[in-house]
């Protein structure tokens, strides 16, 4: 692992398996704020609760439930969805957010099982298909950030989105873009800042990159590196959650897609980053 500006530390890796039909495809995680029950969602419209256990800050087992299918209803799009659910995140009270990467909408639901649909813009209503809105954050005043998994060209920075129930839509503040690197998962950490986790492919295996930023950027940032891995060091990380722990330090953790490919598998990472 190459030396960042902050000192990053390597926790553990868990190989996670299951039986269950419809198991795998995990592109968002959300983390308990003591890191120890998750929300899992897959690209193929499920999501999945439970806990991590962990001895010496070490993952060493998971328990979950069942799989729970997720009904998008055909009115909230005024169309039968794509089913391409990329990120997740959930405010103060309980609801959750879910960002389609196809379909370039965000769409949330209530603890009570009401949907409702953030308003169209036109910036991401022009984002291309199958590589749209990847990943979705919500800061502590309820704002909502989005990433797409593009940008104008290969060296153009991403734009970060931004919805305020009071302003609407903007774009306040962009990413800078080293070739290689998409953004794929998101996450705003108990510090306020906004946690990038951005994946390269190689073409015989993954690479990984975790970038902060202060929500208070204008234009093009290009954050802090607080983590890249070399290749095959993981799986196809696609999720992050950023929590703090009991030693006061931040914990990454991180899920892998396996593409429902036998030959990857459903990972969940863990670094500790200092403050």
Known sequence: MVPTATATRFLSSYHWTSDRDGFGGYSAILLSPEGAGFVMMSDRTHLVEGTIHRHEGRIIGIRSGEIQPIRIPDALLGRQSHGDTEGLARDRDGRIYISLESDNRIISRTKDGDWSILPPFPAIDALPPNKGLEAVAIAPDETIYALPESSDGLLDPFPVFRYRSDAG??????????????PVGADVGPDGRLYVLERGFAGFGFYSRVRRFDLTGKGAVTGETLLRTEILRHDNLEGISVWQANDGTLRLTMVSDDNFLFFQRTEIVEYAVGI
């Open 169 to 182: 839509w903007d774009q306040p503040m962009s990413i800078t873009r080293t070739q290689g690197h998409v």
